[in-house]
């Protein structure tokens, strides 16, 4: 019964992130072939067509941004079960964003226990990872400190993700997951943590949040130890 629980859990990771991912960009790429069919079409003054490919522009940029917060590692795209080192992880893909730290002001603070493994598609782990920073980084616009911890107690692996940030609201934090919720406008994509807690639930983890508006956010991340 277990067995088969985590696979539903897989398929429903999976087939979100796809229904997701074909409303989010196909809408895009309809809105751009419509643009370069009325070019082809007919013929407009300069501006006209300036503004109609800057239009284009822009739904190729959003489509991307929706790209990289589910593909950023979108190599291997079958789903493997393999050992996963957590703080090996965790170090390639920080050094993803020290640049954007270093820019912002930010601190990163990193305490990993070595030979800390858990189990799953090591490819997804570092999307759900990734997406879980970029929020973090994103919520300190004005610096702050970044504290990533990880160790074990018993047979569980503990992560734990600290920003310094703007912090939630409790209405904000109860819609946390939920699809295209964002508060960052045409920035966000509200995608981001959904991707993630699927990611999570599959791999059998659990997650807790806490935040304080103006304080900061810290999220657990609990998984079998293996
Ligand atoms: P996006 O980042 O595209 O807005 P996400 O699904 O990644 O979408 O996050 C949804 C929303 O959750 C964000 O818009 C933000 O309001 C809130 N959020 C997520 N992580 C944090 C954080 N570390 N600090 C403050 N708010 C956060
Ligand atoms: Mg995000």
């Known amino acids: 019964i277990r067995n088969q629980l985590a696979k539903a859990e897989k398929m429903d990771a999976v087939s979100q992130m796809s229904a997701a991912i074909s409303h989010e960009i196909r809408n895009p790429l309809t809105s751009v072939k419509g643009f370069l069919q009325l070019l082809q079409e007919n013929s407009y003054p300069e501006e006209k067509k300036k503004e ?89 616009p004005g610096g702050g400190t970044l504290t990533i911890r990880t160790y074990r107690s018993d047979l569980e692996i503990h992560i734990l993700i600290n920003d310094t940030g703007i912090g939630m609201t409790e209405e904000q934090l109860s819609r946390l997951g939920e699809p295209y919720y964002s508060t960052k406008g045409k920035h966000g994509t509200g995608l981001g943590m959904m991707v993630t807690f699927s990611i999570i639930r599959a791999m059998r983890g659990k997650v807790d949040v806490n935040s304080r508006p103006g304080k900061g956010t810290s999220f657990r991340i609990i998984f079998p130890s293996y």
Do not use: W
């Not at 959003?62 to 393999?82: C, G, H, M, P």
């Not at 020290?98 to 782990?125: C, M, W, Y």
């Open 52 to 140: 109609f490919i800057k239009i284009a522009m822009d739904e190729i940029d959003r489509a991307e941004v929706v790209i990289n917060d589910y593909l950023t590692f979108s190599k291997a795209a079958l789903e493997k079960e393999e050992e996963i080192e957590v703080g090996n992880e965790l170090e390639q893909v920080l050094k993803t964003f020290e640049h954007k730290a270093i820019q912002s002001g930010i601190n990163i603070q990193t305490t990993f226990v070595p030979g800390l493994s858990i189990r799953g598609d090591k490819v997804k782990f570092k999307q759900g990872l990734i997406n879980l920073l970029k929020n973090a980084i994103e919520a300190m």
